[in-house]
């Protein structure tokens, strides 16, 4: 199995024979190439051209980040599966405003569902949720994609304000980005921008085009299916993530900034990437394909579903978890 | 369109695995089946020259003598009766440009072979597979899914299953 490589301080990456190094002043770490499935860098990092030239012929995209932990942009490989005709039904789907509703629909309810279930896992736990679950409850996911996103803001909002009642410290006002103005803002920052590279290296694993997308806008500057995908995973995957490091105080007040906004300082990044990748690598056993699969590989799944459906085979029915 | 031995396989092992190969939707990308399967062929009769192309197809190798032998490598006889016809199209091109031929299936692996005798039979059998590999791949929709044996340990599983 491969994983993805994080750096979160800064040096060189340099390619001597075959080998791949990270070099910095603590000194020269080989690193195992074929584990790596890509590579994300929070450091200030340089590649030499030999190591450039080393990662795109693997196949290993390069991922770099901010001071803030920001996406700012990808090294990607030459795009090595190619097929014109899912990249036109795909885009066929996205232009045609009916088949795009079709899926920008159901990429909503897989949201709303994944949300519910774990407010009620909250809800179990004897959190004060209730209200938030009637009023996602009550939304009713049909129109055209402008209705659709609508829903999808106000899914959202009510799952936002529930966080006071689930986490034991920290305040959550109102979700606020670049820079975020309080710690739960930067942990829902944080968490987003990870999961929006994880579902980018399993896009770029399937014959999906990154940019051609249906809830999200493609003309969004980003690579916007893998913001749709991501979406879908988001409160299986980030939200759980952080309610465990809030509420087992494995974060505190210490593992952030205060300076420009409020955003994780390296050692609260070192915590949170390590308890998400443990979450990415949980493994469940999926009722139809009948094995044990990571929560990583779910969102490969879900592209897989997606080529399906553009290509008329089967319908695409969004993941909701069913555990 | 241009036919390849590979199609022929998949066309008797799973149609629906031959129409997203023949439509550009090739699963065969990091399996490790794939990948022994690779070195397997790379490693194995290095005293060989290797990949003959001759017309549409290309052969692992091929020895000349009073009659010429195409041979095929392949790591494991799980699918047998596919690889055959692989095999079989490929003498059948060999006979249409006038170099008639015989074929040996090479399990290295399993210290395994098997010849093959292109026959009238055959002959009728792949010309109308060709025909039929045509019709597949031009329909606008794959070929449903068919559960055998030999699914799991396929690359386009979690396609077809999820």
């Known amino acids: 199995m491969k994983d993805p490589l994080y750096i979160t301080s800064h040096g060189i990456l340099q390619r001597k024979g075959n080998t791949l190094y990270f070099v910095n002043e603590e000194g020269k770490k080989a690193l195992p190439i074929n584990r790596i499935n890509e590579i994300n860098c929070y450091g200030k990092v340089s590649l030499k051209s030999g190591a450039s030239s080393l990662l795109m012929k693997e196949g290993i995209p390069v991922n770099f980040f901010n001071m803030y932990g920001y996406y700012e942009g990808s090294l990607y490989p030459r795009v090595q599966l190619n097929s014109g005709l899912v990249v036109v039904q795909q885009s066929q789907h996205y232009s045609d405003p009916e088949k795009r509703a079709v899926i920008a629909a159901e990429i909503v309810e897989g949201i709303k569902n994944n949300i519910l279930k774990t407010l009620r896992y909250y809800l179990k736990k004897g959190k004060d949720v209730e209200p938030y679950i009637q009023d996602i409850e009550k939304e009713v996911i049909k129109g055209d994609v402008a209705q659709i996103m609508s829903n999808e803001g106000r899914i959202w909002h009510s799952y936002y304000q529930s966080f006071n009642k689930i986490l034991k410290n920290f305040e959550m006002d109102k979700r606020e980005i670049r820079p975020p103005t309080t710690e739960i803002n930067a942990l829902i920052s944080f968490g987003n921008s990870l999961l929006y590279v994880s579902a980018l290296s399993e896009i770029y694993h399937t014959y999906l085009h990154p940019s051609v997308s249906y809830l999200h806008e493609p003309a969004e500057r980003r690579f916007s299916l893998a913001l749709d995908i991501a979406d879908i995973f988001k409160p299986v995957i980030v939200e759980r993530v952080i309610f465990k490091l809030v509420n087992n105080n494995m974060l505190t007040e210490k593992d952030f900034n205060h300076d420009v906004g409020v955003l994780l300082n390296e050692k609260g990044k070192r915590i949170f990437l390590k308890e998400y990748q443990a979450k990415l690598e949980t493994t469940i056993k999926h009722p139809e394909i009948k094995r044990k699969v990571s929560y990583k590989y779910l969102m490969r799944l879900e592209c897989y579903k997606l080529i399906k459906h553009v290509l008329g085979d089967k319908e695409y029915r969004s993941f909701r978890m069913w555990w | ?162």
């Open chain 2, 1 to 162: 369109m241009r036919v390849t031995g590979v199609m022929v396989q998949y066309y008797v092992a799973c149609k629906r695995e031959l129409w997203f190969f023949a439509n550009q939707i090739n699963m065969n990308y990091d399996n490790d089946d794939i990948s022994i399967g690779r070195h397997i062929h790379e490693k194995s009769f290095s005293r060989e020259k290797k990949n003959v192309n001759l017309g549409d197809v290309s052969f692992d190798f091929v020895k000349t003598g009073e009659k010429n032998t195409i041979f095929e490598i392949k790591k494991s006889s799980k699918l047998e009766e596919p690889v055959r016809y692989q095999l079989y199209y490929y003498l059948w091109n060999a006979k249409k440009l006038g170099k008639e031929a015989d074929g040996v299936l090479v399990y290295p692996k399993e210290k395994k072979r098997e010849k093959l005798t292109l026959t009238p039979e055959k002959e009728h059998e792949i010309e109308h597979i060709i025909k039929d590999i045509e019709k597949i791949v031009s329909q606008p929709l794959p070929p449903p899914v068919v559960i055998k044996p030999y699914c799991k340990r396929c690359t386009y599983y979690e396609l077809c299953m999820v």
